[in-house]
């Protein structure tokens, strides 16, 4: 037994070292090459890990495209979501695209794998009455009540990504002409406008609240949205937060940050915004991701029936 053991594990450890290297290497191409949002870096460095998981002592270079088809499957029995799968064959694609640069692989086995056909998930939209429920929810005996309740505030008058509102810095509030810059993906940049309650909920947290947080750090932080300790309020304390007030009002389980994004559309959409204009706002590259909110809201596809087809 002894003899099979020194040859097993020098095996494991190399391939435990090769994928160790491989993943560092490749997040740094992403990084600096590729020039993608620290989060777009983040999630094809967790996908990657997954990959090797599956990987096990198999090489990368001899495994062929009908091997490769067993992943998405894996991915699959690991009880992730269609969506989750879908990115992780994209992030696979795009490290074997890698590894096919670098003059490791001299075929691409991975660009003959097909993505598995995603089922488009209607979004969790929440009612009017709803929204204003959650909104008013932050009450006075909360310790930051007033910073929970521009956040909130922010959410639903930009639609802004959870990340985007994380790192919503001063220097982008404009609340006296009531809009603000969001920084979406890429670093790309879109103005906002911001409706009179939101400015007002936000200029009261920036009077009564905010300076006490910023003076738990010196010198103070550019951040709009700070925590107890003064740093940057994180993308996952957002996700609690707005998780701890929609339990309190009744809310779906299911309902979360990106909720609130989707309802700022639909709402938009139902009050007879142009779709080009809440792709804007959105700050969507595509329509066609856009577009997933005209089947969400029945209502407006009604009223542009009666109102345009002659036989109504």
Not at 130 to 140: M, N, S, T
Not at 187 to 210: C, F, M, N
Not at 266 to 287: F, K, M, P, Y
Request: hydrophobic share 40%; proline share 4%; aromatic share 8%.
């Amino acid at each position: 037994m002894k003899p099979i053991k020194k040859v097993i594990k020098p095996r494991r450890e190399a391939a435990e070292n090769d994928a160790a290297r491989w993943q560092e290497s490749f997040v740094r191409y992403l990084r600096t090459e590729c020039h993608l949002a620290e989060n777009t870096v983040a999630a094809y460095g967790r996908d990657l890990k997954r990959l090797f998981k599956w990987l096990g002592n198999r090489q990368l270079g001899q495994l062929r495209v009908s091997e490769l088809a067993r992943y998405p499957a894996w991915l699959a029995e690991q009880q992730l979501a269609p969506k989750s799968v879908v990115r992780h064959v994209a992030s696979l694609k795009v490290f074997f695209r890698y590894l096919q640069l670098e003059g490791v692989l001299a075929e691409n086995e991975a660009e003959l794998l097909g993505s598995p056909k995603l089922w488009q998930r209607v979004p969790e939209v929440m009612s009017p009455l709803q929204v204003d429920q959650l909104l008013g929810a932050p009450r006075r005996s909360d310790g930051l009540w007033m910073r929970d309740r521009a956040l909130l505030e922010l959410l639903y008058a930009t639609g802004c990504r959870v990340s985007e509102l994380s790192n919503l810095a001063l220097r982008d509030l404009h609340l006296a002409e009531r809009y603000c810059i969001c920084r979406g993906k890429g670093d790309k940049q879109r103005i906002v406008p911001l409706g009179r309650r939101a400015v007002e909920a936000v200029e009261r947290y920036l009077r009564e609240e905010r300076g006490k947080l910023a003076g738990h750090r010196s010198p103070t932080p550019g951040w709009v949205l700070l925590s107890t300790r003064g740093d940057r309020l994180r993308r996952e304390r957002i996700w609690e937060l707005l998780k701890r007030y929609a339990a309190r009002v009744g809310a779906s389980p299911e309902v979360s940050p990106h909720s609130l994004r989707h309802s700022f559309a639909t709402h938009l959409l139902a009050g007879g915004a142009d779709l080009r204009q809440v792709q804007e706002l959105l700050g969507h590259a595509s329509i066609a991701t856009t577009q997933i909110y005209t089947h969400v809201d029945h209502t407006r596809l009604k009223k542009v029936h009666q109102s345009f087809h002659p036989r109504a």
